[in-house]
């Protein structure tokens, strides 16, 4: 598939359902990427068949502490740092961790990637021999779209067990998978927001907990950890991060100013949930710089709150080359010893990459770092080895044992991947019922757009070679038998443009779809966009392409980050409009069946899709809140005009909601506030602090609501229900509305459901004041589903 080819780019192709079978194009579009992005792939695996372990039977340790399984994982971690020289401690501090011989130690390689799917991004998968391709998922900001944590969790459970089946036959050189990425996808040209559940805090809070759940094997999406994790799950990147490079501020030297109001209330719940609820094992700190402290060297991040306020029983990792951009390129230390000195004292346990193995004797000799600290991150180190079983002898005889190649892109997972594809399409334009598409009743079809046949379109970035992948143009042959293609663009930048002969092609066709949107070339990471509109000649191509077909044409965007195509909502020439985001090895099968009815879409949007006016706010300026001139940001604070709102999709059918309280009235519960010795009241006696409420009462405030659901057809369907709280005003840096929860279920044409939620006072009704400390005001609150709302009082 060379989009170069001038032939291919003006030349129509015809195709027909005879031919849906031919040669598959990923064997035709990876093996050049392979080769031009991922060099490591060429690296062999030393052993490729079993993999490493110690304290087997023939092993040196044999009978030493650290290989008792009965002992706890961090008594045996302590055990065997105890055992280890200082340089081989220091060994230990980098992604490349060395071998200890003598000690039955074996190498280890700690970057590896799971972001939607076992990728080969990191340094420790390989999929040059052997199983060569993984189940790809869509994207996470795809998924995200279906607001559906079952299906969050069970996407990370099948990861963590392909990613364990790759190590079982020896393609896999670590178990430590540094997803997911939780950042808030706080401004639309971000280049890696497609790698995130979106904009809200509480959708991504989430997301994490589930995927992270699945990818440690969790037999349920509950809190229970497995006593050997599946594999290690690492929530990313801690904190504020959402910079790459724009006009030439990049990320490794931005210097972010964030107030204490929204990390409390919008960068940091993620990570507290991935832990707290998750029980994720690993955090990695950004390359941010918050508030003057690097986010890798700031103990009041690492120590006091990963560790202390929330637990994390696991260890904290830097991103790629932090430590040496924060002596390089932030200067935050005088030398390189004192930089690594100040990581490791702050609660840093490992870097991407060298630095720290390289400066941490010096630094231990020039009495910057004690023994001691290195020891304590060594220690949470192995610890999370000893949790994945490293030290329990072969791996074939633990609870993971059985788990190989056989496990590894399997008709249970593949249809996962459609089935996540399908609930993530977000429907966002149906005029006059232009979709769906009668299947028999279109005789020809244009299919036009340079995604709509290119492998690389559907699996996004940190992705692993997908093992059944079909493109739109591929799914739509399944359907129509007279197929016409057309790339239009060159590529996604469409500097130069078919526009002649797709507009012969359209007019001579029943149905006309365009498949256009962004590549990676972008958005992604290291690359943000400086523009909301579609790249290049992609408008006047689509708008020509519409002028020219016989009805109404479908337009179908494949992009992480979201567009302002004012042009194509306005125009009645363009009838339909989908949102396929990049939808993962089942996506061309999954817009097929939205496109001809088979599934009725369901999706909702996880980000607010904002003008182009909006490119006149600096990515450098943090505040969420509205202020002045300042527009605000995301769907809680942003007051200026949108394309698309947060939340918004469409189905094939009508769908009407009503809230109603359960059984327990929430205010009479409030009485609950005035216990004595309950001094919960602020000083203005205008609010309750959350804090001084404490656990118990909290638990005694949460009441039921439920949703009354009507599908009124024509169609069944699977709808998504969102629930926000809104507060009688948004003064005070109160945001508009906050999702409260969110429910997915498939609904009959005709049937009524009612949807229950329990919604928590405590974590719903509050609201973060400038100080960072949460306050439940007294009055009125709205639940809010659809256009309906629900008063309720608390507390007045």
């Known amino acids: 598939m060379d989009h170069a080819s001038l032939h291919h780019l003006t030349t129509p192709s015809t195709t027909s359902s005879s031919t ?11 093996p050049a990427v392979l080769l031009l992005l991922v060099p490591a792939l060429l ?21 030493l502490p650290f290989c008792n399984t009965k002992l706890p994982a961090g008594q045996r971690a302590a055990d065997l740092v105890s055992r280890m020289t200082p340089a081989e401690k220091a060994s230990q501090l980098g992604d490349i961790a060395n071998g200890v011989p003598r000690l039955g130690v074996p190498s280890y390689k700690w970057w590896n990637e799971a972001l939607h799917g076992v990728a080969i991004s990191g340094k420790g998968i390989h999929m040059d021999q052997g ?32 990613a364990r089946a790759f190590y079982n036959i020896g393609q896999a050189e670590g178990l430590t998978m540094w997803s997911p990425n939780v950042n808030i996808f706080r401004d639309p040209r971000w280049g890696r927001g497609q790698e995130t559940p979106g904009e809200d805090p509480a959708v991504a809070s989430r997301y994490g907990a589930a995927f992270v759940r699945g990818l440690q094997g969790s037999s349920s999406n509950t809190k229970s950890v497995p006593p050997v994790l599946q594999t290690s799950a690492c ?7 959402d910079l790459e490079d724009w006009k030439g501020v990049s990320r490794y030297s931005f ?16 990570f507290r949930s991935c832990v707290v609820d998750g029980k994720a094992s690993c955090v990695m700190c950004a390359y941010t710089v918050v508030n003057g402290v690097p986010s890798c060297a700031n103990a009041d991040l690492l120590t006091k709150t990963f560790r202390g306020i929330w637990g994390l029983d696991g260890y904290v990792a830097a991103d790629c080359d932090a430590v040496a951009i924060m002596r390089n390129s932030q200067f935050y230390r005088p030398t390189a010893e004192d ?19 390289q400066y941490a004797m010096a630094a231990i000799q020039k009495g910057k770092l004690t023994q001691q600290d290195v020891d304590k991150a060594v220690k949470n180190l192995f610890t999370t080895r000893m949790r994945l079983g490293h030290f329990d002898g072969d791996p074939k005889t633990n609870v993971y044992g059985n788990l190989g190649a056989a496990h590894i892109c399997t008709q249970e997972h593949k249809n996962l991947a459609l089935e996540a594809a399908l609930d993530g399409i977000v429907l966002l334009k149906n005029s006059a019922g232009v979709l769906p598409l009668k299947r028999g009743a279109v005789n020809s079809a244009a299919v036009i757009g340079h995604n709509a046949n290119d492998v690389l379109a559907l699996i996004g970035n940190y992705w692993g070679p997908p093992c059944a992948p079909t493109t739109p143009l591929q799914g739509i042959q399944g359907y129509v038998k007279n197929v016409k293609f057309l790339a239009g663009c060159n590529k996604a930048a469409c500097n130069v443009a078919a526009t002649p002969q797709a507009t012969a092609l359209a007019s001579s066709s029943d149905a006309v779809i365009l498949f256009m949107g962004l590549s990676q070339e972008q958005e992604s990471e290291g690359k943000d966009r400086t523009t909301l509109l579609l790249p290049g000649n992609q408008q006047s191509l689509i708008t020509a392409v519409a002028n020219a077909a016989k009805r109404p044409v479908i337009l179908v965007l494949l992009t992480g980050g979201p567009v302002d195509i004012t042009f194509a909502q306005a125009n009645p020439k363009i009838g339909a409009i989908l949102w396929a985001g990049y939808p993962g090895q089942a996506g061309g099968l999954a817009i097929a069946k939205v496109l001809f009815g088979e599934k009725n879409p369901s999706g909702k949007l996880p980000n607010t899709w904002y003008p182009e006016e909006f490119t006149r706010i600096p990515m450098t300026d943090m505040r969420m809140r509205a202020a002045g001139g300042y527009p605000g940001r995301t769907y809680r604070f942003y007051n200026g005009k949108t394309i698309y709102k947060f939340g918004y999709g469409l189905s094939y059918s009508k769908f009407s909601h009503r809230v109603v309280t359960g059984r ?4 009479h519960n409030t009485s609950l506030l005035a216990a004595p010795g309950l001094a919960a009241t602020t000083e203005d006696n205008l609010s309750y602090h959350v804090d001084y409420i404490g656990d118990e009462v909290c638990d005694q405030l949460k009441f039921l609501a439920v949703v009354k659901v009507q599908n009124h057809g024509p169609m069944d369907g699977k709808h998504t229900e969102l629930m926000f709280l809104r507060w009688p005003n948004a003064t005070d840096g109160r945001p508009t509305r906050q999702l409260i929860g969110f429910q997915s279920q498939h609904i009959k044409a005709g049937e009524k459901v009612n949807l229950r939620f329990e919604v928590s006072p405590c974590e719903h009704f509050s609201r973060v004041r400038e100080d960072g400390r949460k306050v439940i005001d ?18 007045a």
Not at 44 to 61: D, I, K, L, T, Y
Not at 339 to 357: E, M
């Open 20 to 30: 849906h079978h031919r040669r598959n194009p990923v064997m035709a579009a990876l």
């Open 339 to 357: 930089t690594v000195a100040a990581t490791l004292k702050a609660g840093l346990d490992i870097d991407c990459g060298p630095y720290i193995q």
């Open 664 to 667: 327990k009235n929430p205010a």
């Open 43 to 63: 690296m062999r695996v030393a052993g490729a068949g079993a993999p490493p372990f110690s304290c087997g039977p023939s092993s040196p340790s044999k009978g």
């Open 255 to 270: 210097k972010a100013t964030v107030t204490v109001q929204d990390l409390a209330d919008t960068f940091n719940p993620p």
């Open 235 to 241: 929530c990313k990147h801690a904190t504020a991060y």
């Open 778 to 795: 007294k009055g009125s609150h709205f639940l809010k589903a659809g256009k309906h709302e629900l008063e309720i009082s608390f507390g």
């Open 131 to 162: 199983v060569r391709s993984a189940t790809s998922f869509p994207q996470v900001l795809h998924t995200a779209a279906s607001f559906n944590d079952n299906l969050w969790f069970r996407i990370g459970q099948a990861t963590g067990k392909e």
